[in-house]
């Protein structure tokens, strides 16, 4: 059944691929302003309530750090912040998501708990943090497993979307949200979590 998964995975990170080209062309996005690699995945906002749902999940407490790995706008993490009180960090490789994210954060007054770096997330110590956020194409979250082997017993992993495959899920909740691109029309948006130790299952 595992390997029926990872190929309907495969199609659903085919299928999303082709629904941000798509939102990419109508209408077209602004040029990009800063310099540095382009990201690996184009940028989809987190629908408010997913982002709710998200944290909720998670359990997110004052005592947290979050991590939030392809920060985008920084939502996550300002609502950690105001809502919970967390501290948290958001990574990006996309120097106008590093600005976009860096001005809502000092728009919320959240300065004080949340920073951004721009980094590539794969070269990311993930060990400070408490929780992860994802919201990431399943071939990256895989790619990740090495950094989240080594996260503390307890912490949590939650994504958008995309499981990991051959990590077995704590839990997983559908959420419906509107579609970025027709915001009229909703769509079932997934969350799924997991608790440290992460541990590939066997045959992987």
Same mark, same amino acid.
């Given at each position: ?16 691929s ?57 939502? @996550?993490?300002v609502?950690?912040?105001?809502r919970? =009180?967390? %501290?948290? +960090?958001?990574? !990006?490789? $996309?120097? #106008?998501? /590093? ?45 990740? @497993? ?7 017993? =307890?912490? %949590?992993? +939650?994504?958008? !979307?995309? $499981?990991? #495959?051959? /990590? ?26 997991w ?9 992987y």
């Amino acid at each position: 059944m595992r390997r029926r998964r990872f190929r309907l995975a495969d199609v659903t990170a085919v299928a999303f691929s082709a629904a941000l080209a798509l939102s990419c062309s109508q209408p077209a996005p602004p040029a990009r302003t800063g310099s540095g690699p382009a990201p690996d995945i184009g940028y989809v906002p987190t629908p408010q309530n997913v982002v709710d749902k998200m944290l909720d999940v998670a359990e997110v407490k004052p005592t947290d750090v979050i991590y939030d790995l392809g920060c985008g706008d920084g939502r @996550i993490l300002v609502t950690a912040a105001k809502r919970y =009180g967390a %501290r948290g +960090v958001g990574f !990006d490789i $996309d120097p #106008d998501r /590093v600005a976009e994210s860096r001005v809502n954060v000092r728009n919320a007054g959240v300065e004080d708990r949340v920073t951004i770096e721009q980094k590539n997330v794969f070269e990311v110590d993930l060990t400070p943090a408490t929780v992860i956020a994802l919201y990431l194409l399943p071939n990256l979250n895989v790619r990740l @497993i090495p950094q989240l082997e080594r996260l503390k017993p =307890g912490s %949590r992993v +939650v994504s958008h !979307d995309f $499981d990991i #495959d051959g /990590v077995k899920p704590a839990g997983e909740w559908g959420v419906m949200a509107p579609k970025p691109s027709d915001p009229d029309k909703l769509r079932e948006h997934k969350v799924f979590l997991w608790r440290a130790p992460i541990r590939r299952e066997k045959g992987y």
